[in-house]
């Protein structure tokens, strides 16, 4: 019987250095020390054009270990998209072109074209064999349940399949589900059992494909793994039984033996994936029955679809549809395209047991380099320019303003709150926010401890491990957008508690219902007015109220300046909050913010005195945001925190500080006015704000 391993090692662009260190020291570099001497094993491996382009800068002596390996027959190197993206979320020139881009420097590196690929995520799409026909791909891995799902049985999946479409044919191997979770966790006795039981039942071929992090990166494997010997063991174990069992490549087995048969397969991903990307109730529901199924009628049950991501959060979908603008935008424009390429990274776009989405520096790689690539568009002339269009493709309208410094994209249908800002000298967006919002592992909080021990017979999947204790606290949700310039009309009672726990009641109807917008241009400046007709609840009757607040936007001036007006016939007075979220990577080192209090911590919670400015200050992606306005009666404050799940347990992620100036409003005397101006400053390297 033939045995197909294939390795896939990914980091995300934008992942910090020293992670990538880790993951080099804790799994890359030793799996292929035990590797190299094992002449008789066979892998099949892929590396992210990201992490590969770092080794290659960084550890030039372990690409020179990988090209012996090659050259000696042991490694058949695989492709993908150069940057990982995942191609049903990207257009078929860009997926063609990014994993032509991932061949050509294969080649340049190992001397030969590969002609294999790993699949983002396993996300298979009807269309894929197309899109890798055409970038010279012939065949591909993804997980048995994709098979399963339309119909194979278990000893159906011993060997390849081939499928098309539109005439584009591709080579398609099922990874086996036992397999994924017995390498590296089992002991090698089971592992041995199962293949011989395959093997007895004449099947020709066994494929593993999987996460090289699982060996020594996944909580527990570096002892299991290398201290403890698995690794070391399953090899020898491969070589002692070459005489029934032999590691091939794909390229080996493709040119020996037929495919077992014709294949279509449905959109699909692996099982968990299935999960994740369901609603929240929908995947406890879900996980429960696949679990409880015992019988093969559990794996008809496929689960949710990956581009569903873009529908469960909306922050993904504004990351999304910006990409989607950006790279249309950029097709004559190689440099600018390069870093659409790298934004198109499918890690931040998506959330499972790997952070993903809710890791800030993933969304800010994504934004910055979305926002290089607007940059090297812009016009060299200053300019100043205001649009009222469909940016996120849900049919309706948001707001744009943008000049040379700063682009603002406004949320008509949702409050017209301000839910991105970019600054474009620092390339970074300061309102990436992300909200804190209902999942369904939340649930499994109050099961998980700090105790539960990762020893590497268990898989991720497993194990209920929190990083701190008390978690559960952290757990509020929020009933709108994270995003600023949000207009609360609120009552005298609301206290700061129930604010920050989404648990007070609004009378205005102003934070998720939309606003009509008008756009004015002149030559310097740009403004967008944006004005509801709406109500505050008042000793039991709807009183109409109007909130109209105008967006200047001038040209060369990183600022919006924004002018309040608010009437209505409203007898009582009541509170008026703006509330603005910024965004950082994370809360703690020299950033600071400061109302007139002196240097605060970004996490600083309650409700502050009534300066009349605040700064925020971010030394690491150089940024000062600064808010100034009209008296207010205080300033309310606290961290956006979510809790969320990532491959070492539970833990705590800071999102956003959110800040809102609250002012009284006594409208028995006319309208009231109020000016806000927001000004995005950089730092220079001396950590003064310009
Ligand atoms: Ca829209």
Not at 151 to 171: I, N, R, S, W
Not at 499 to 507: A, G
Not at 544 to 554: D, Q
Request: aromatic share 12%; charged share 25%.
């Amino acid at each position: 019987m033939n045995l197909i391993l294939c390795i896939h090692n990914h980091q995300p662009v934008g992942n910090m250095d020293f992670i990538l260190e880790d993951a080099y020291k804790g799994a890359y570099l030793p799996f292929f020390e035990v590797l190299k001497d094992f002449r008789d094993i066979k892998v099949n491996l892929h590396f992210s054009g990201f992490l590969f382009s770092w080794l290659c800068e960084k550890k030039p002596e372990f690409i020179t270990l990988l090209k012996s390996l090659k050259n000696q027959g042991q490694i058949e190197i695989v492709s993908g998209g150069m940057y990982e993206p995942v191609l049903s979320l990207i257009s078929e020139d860009d997926g063609c072109n990014q994993i032509k881009m991932h061949i050509d420097l294969m080649e340049e590196v190992f001397g030969d074209k590969p002609k294999g690929l790993w699949l983002t995520e396993r996300v298979y799409e009807p269309h894929i064999p197309h899109t890798l026909n055409k970038a010279g791909i012939t065949h591909t891995l993804v997980d048995d349940n994709h098979f399963k799902a339309v119909g194979l049985k278990e000893d159906d999946l011993f060997g390849y399949y081939v499928t098309e479409h539109e005439g584009h044919k591709l080579a398609i191997f099922p990874g086996l589900e036992f397999l994924r979770y017995s390498i590296p966790f089992k002991p090698i006795e089971v592992l041995d059992n199962y293949l011989k039981e395959a093997d007895k039942k004449g099947h020709d071929l066994a494929v593993f494909g999987d996460d090289g992090e699982k060996f020594g990166l996944w909580p527990g494997t570096k002892k299991s793994v290398y201290e403890e010997g698995w690794l070391k063991g399953f090899f020898e174990y491969l070589t002692e039984n070459q005489d029934w069992l032999k590691t091939v490549t794909f390229s080996e087995y493709l040119a020996d033996k037929p495919p077992k048969g014709p294949i279509y397969l449905d959109c699909q991903s692996y099982k968990e994936m299935g999960e994740w990307c369901l609603p929240p109730t929908l995947s406890k529901q879900y996980a429960a029955a696949i679990s409880s199924e015992k019988s093969d009628e559990g794996t008809l049950l496929k689960g949710g679809y990956f581009k569903h991501f873009l529908v469960k959060y909306p922050e993904s979908n504004d990351m999304h549809k910006k990409m989607l603008a950006v790279t249309r935008q950029a097709n004559n424009n190689p440099e600018a395209k390069k870093h659409v390429y790298m934004a198109q990274c499918n890690d931040s776009y998506w959330h499972g047991v790997f952070g993903g989405l809710y890791l800030p520096h993933l969304r800010a790689s994504v934004y910055g380099h979305l926002i290089e690539a607007e940059k090297r568009l812009d016009s060299e002339k200053a300019f100043v320019e205001g649009k009222i269009e469909d940016v996120n493709l849900d049919s309706v309208d948001e707001a744009v303003l943008v000049n040379n410094f700063i682009k603002a994209y406004f949320c008509l249908k949702e409050g017209g709150s301000l839910y991105e800002l970019d600054y474009k000298p620092a390339t970074t967006n300061v309102m990436a926010n992300l909200c804190r919002r209902y999942e369904g592992y939340h649930d499994k909080i109050t099961m998980a401890s700090v105790n539960d021990v990762a020893d590497g017979t268990k898989t991720i999947h497993d194990m209920f491990v929190a990083k701190e204790e008390g978690l559960e606290r952290f757990l509020h949700y929020d009933w709108y957008r994270r995003a600023s310039l949000v207009d609360h009309v609120m009552g005298k009672d609301v206290t700061w508690e129930s604010f920050y726990r989404c648990q007070y009641y609004e009378p205005g109807d102003f934070v998720k219902e939309p606003y009509l917008a008008t756009l004015k241009k002149e030559k310097k400046t740009a403004s967008l007015s944006m004005k509801r007709e709406g109500h505050v609840w008042m000793g039991g009757k709807r009183v109409p109220l109007t909130i109209e607040k105008t967006i200047r936007m001038n040209v060369d001036e990183a600022a919006l300046y924004v002018d309040y007006l608010i009437d209505g016939d409203v007898k009582e007075s009541f509170l008026f909050g703006v509330e603005f979220n910024f965004s950082f990577l994370g809360s703690g080192g020299d950033r600071y913010m400061d109302m007139g209090t002196g240097k605060l911590p970004l996490t600083s919670k309650g409700i502050y005195g009534p300066s009349q400015k605040i700064l925020l200050f971010d030394p690491y992606q150089k940024v000062a945001p600064v808010i100034e306005f009209d008296r207010p009666i205080s300033i309310w404050t606290f961290p956006v925190e979510v809790v969320s799940l990532s491959e070492t347990g539970f833990e705590r992620n800071y999102q956003s500080t959110m800040c809102m100036p609250v002012w009284e409003v006594d409208l028995t005397a006319g309208p009231r006015k109020i000016h806000i101006k927001l000004v995005v400053n950089g730092i220079s390297s001396h950590n003064n704000v310009q």
